[in-house]
């Protein structure tokens, strides 16, 4: 949890410095860590936005987290994706798409193919409540429901979609009564209690891989920052508002107040591990900065089994133009390889 919130403190920071285009913090909302820790290694996780502690649980480097943001010539994506879209084929975590709730019938899909595997796995889904305004959240969750999909739907109620406060998204209970009217088993919990979230996710999991059936779980949180770097929340809310909610209900304060009351933690220590969490992040901050950009060629890879021929062509006036006006290009930026 400390080190997630020092890396989105620092890459905040860069993006607002211009070193990289875009970013989207987990502020007030890292307890969702938990559900991580519930899940088997080889469970397909499809994201949105704010699961990079997902990640970090699962092993993702400080380092690849920091190609992604920069898309340099490491960045396992090449270069294709915004910042914070991860994804890796190794962790078992799809590549996060920038359109609204599209992972949640593929989740199904991706589900129901493991169901026919029977190896006892299931796939997590990620959205926020705004998602579940979307056709793709009703389409993906009654697919779930008349297929026997094993997959755990994983609800994040932040209170906002971007601007819009949830009581103008909806009249009805919440996201957890939509789960129920599609026959799904449903959990509410407290979203800002890791504990809590372990439990409901660890239980749902058993549903899923026993029974062959969705679980829906909806985690009400509070989000603390902006939407994302494009967002200013102080045209919609009050900064009273969020220094109450971060004061009152802070994930981290409440992880550390249960650690020092086991005596697991000495008062002070998480000062320590956030400054040499913090000097990690920077570390491979400064070493993501000084790479350059994936190799031009990329540009035509990874889409056909073999490169038609009209790619070809136009990979081959790329490489003419750039030979020509390698100054414009700049190419001295750009990997060879």
């Not at 100054?327 to 390889?337: G, K, L, M, S, W």
């Amino acid at each position: 949890m400390l080190v997630l919130n020092a890396m989105d403190q620092v890459l905040y920071e860069a993006q607002r410095q211009g070193r990289i285009s875009f970013y989207m913090t987990s502020f007030g909302e890292e307890a969702l860590i938990g559900s991580a820790a519930a899940l088997h290694p080889k469970d397909m996780v499809f994201g949105q936005y704010r699961e990079a502690g997902v990640l970090l649980q699962r092993g993702f480097t400080l380092a690849q987290f920091m190609n992604q943001c920069y898309s340099n010539e490491l960045d396992l994506g090449k270069g294709r994706q915004m910042p914070i879209h991860y994804g890796t084929k190794e962790l078992c975590f799809q590549t996060i798409s920038s359109p609204l709730a599209t992972q949640i019938p593929q989740a199904a899909g991706a589900a129901y193919a493991m169901r026919r595997e029977g190896n006892k796995q299931c796939t997590i889904c990620y959205f926020g409540e705004g998602a579940a305004s979307e056709g793709d959240f009703h389409a993906g969750l009654n697919m779930a429901a008349t297929l026997g999909c094993p997959v755990i739907y994983y609800c994040r109620n932040n209170g906002y979609a971007i601007s819009t406060p949830s009581i103008e998204q909806y009249r009805g209970d919440g996201i957890a009564s939509r789960g129920i009217g599609y026959g799904i088993d449903t959990i509410r919990v407290d979203g800002n209690d890791i504990w809590a979230i372990y439990a409901a996710t660890k239980a749902a999991r058993e549903i899923a891989v026993e029974q062959n059936k969705p679980v829906l779980i909806e985690a009400m949180t509070y989000r603390v920052s902006h939407h994302s770097t494009s967002d200013d929340s102080s045209a919609y809310r009050s900064k009273k508002e969020v220094e109450d909610w971060n004061k009152r209900d802070n994930p981290i304060s409440r992880m550390r107040a249960w650690l020092e009351n086991k005596g697991w933690w000495a008062r002070g220590e998480d000062a320590e591990v956030s400054k040499t969490a913090k000097a990690e992040v920077l570390a491979a901050f400064a070493a993501a900065e000084k790479l350059k950009k994936p190799a031009i060629h990329h540009l035509f890879e990874d889409v056909y089994d073999e490169i038609p021929q009209s790619l070809m062509k136009e990979k081959a006036e790329i490489e003419e133009l750039v030979k020509k006006y390698p100054d414009y290009y700049q190419v001295n930026e750009f990997a060879r390889q």
